[in-house]
């Protein structure tokens, strides 16, 4: 964790500086722990190649010290396994770095001037008392942070909401955090029960042969998935009348979904960089859309 620090701060400071004066949200740590480790089959490999050597016997003791560690944290489900919220909880050193990094970088720059607002956002959480461990830990690092350099900021700490759970427990979390954003990548592979990985081998067949309208996984399934994110809104706004909601993923640069968002009342969309115009126009026109109908209605 200390060699990462200083990584993580350096790219959040870059971030801050390009974003002054607007709200950053950043995702605390997400994918399985495997997923930062070397291939296990490679690693296997590269081991028979030494042993075949001679004189590599260091070489070969670290290689199967890895290959141990990548074995230990193997899981035959990882993408329901142990990720998001989950990691943090059971190695709180892992939030306590990210969150270190985040507030270091934003005091450092405060210091001299800068506008900055983090908002920090814990992924996977299905139960308030998961959001609850780790914005404990955000806020006594942050405010453990903010002391050292005798500056203060104003920031927030959310959570992202994709298992439906949380959808159903929303006015529980929402007591607790100050923003949703609604991951509906995970939150409709949680929903069908279709692994985003593997849909593809029968995905087109579906679509081709009437099964589904659509993939679900390009545009919001408005009539399962859309009701859940419909609730969420309903039940944390309920629990909290501030509560700032949206989507992110690339749900968000769909038209149709856009649209979808603004008519729930949802505040913002996020999507990957080369979607934005077409996001921006969807919005715009789901705006003017909702106008023109109060217009004649009235």
């Known amino acids: 964790m200390d060699k990462l620090l ?20 950043i995702r605390t740590l997400d994918p399985p722990l495997h997923e930062f480790l070397p291939d296990r089959d490679e690693l296997i490999e590269e081991i028979a190649t030494l042993k075949a050597k001679e004189g590599e016997e260091d070489q070969i003791e670290e290689k199967e010290r890895l290959l141990n ?18 990691l943090g ?49 955000v806020i006594r690092v942050a ?7 005798k500056v203060r900021i104003k920031y927030l700490v959310g ?9 159903l427990t929303a006015d529980e979390i929402a007591s607790e955090a ?19 990985d593997d849909a ?22 408005q009539s399962g998935v859309g009701e859940l994110v419909e609730m969420g809104v309903k039940k944390g706004r309920s629990a909290r009348r501030d509560l700032k909601v949206g989507i992110c ?8 979904s856009v649209i979808f968002c603004h008519e729930v009342g949802l505040d913002y969309v996020s999507c990957s960089p080369y979607r934005v115009p077409i996001a921006r126009l969807a919005a715009a026109q789901a705006a003017i859309g909702k106008k023109v109908e109060e217009y004649t209605s009235a």
């Open 6 to 25: 200083p990584f993580q701060k350096k790219d959040f400071k870059e971030i801050f500086v390009e974003m002054e004066g607007l709200p950053v949200t």
């Open 69 to 86: 560690r990548v074995e230990e944290l193997h899981e035959m489900n990882p993408m329901l396994g142990h990720r998001g919220c989950r």
């Open 89 to 137: 909880i059971v190695f709180p050193e892992i939030t306590e770095m990210q969150a270190r990094a985040i507030f270091e970088a934003a005091c450092e720059l405060a210091k001299h001037g800068k506008s900055v607002f983090p908002e920090v956002m814990i992924p996977l959480v299905g139960h308030v008392n998961e959001f609850k461990h780790q914005k404990e830990v």
């Open 143 to 149: 405010e453990e942070t903010m002391k050292k350099y």
């Open 159 to 167: 959570t992202m909401i994709e298992i439906p759970r949380a959808c």
């Open 178 to 196: 100050e923003f949703f954003s609604f991951g509906t990548n995970d939150l409709t592979q949680m929903t069908y029960g279709y692994s985003r």
């Open 200 to 221: 593809g081998k029968f995905l087109q067949y579906y679509i081709d042969h009437g099964i589904l309208g659509h993939d679900p996984f390009v545009s919001i399934d």
């Open 249 to 256: 993923g690339e749900h968000g640069g769909d038209p149709d």
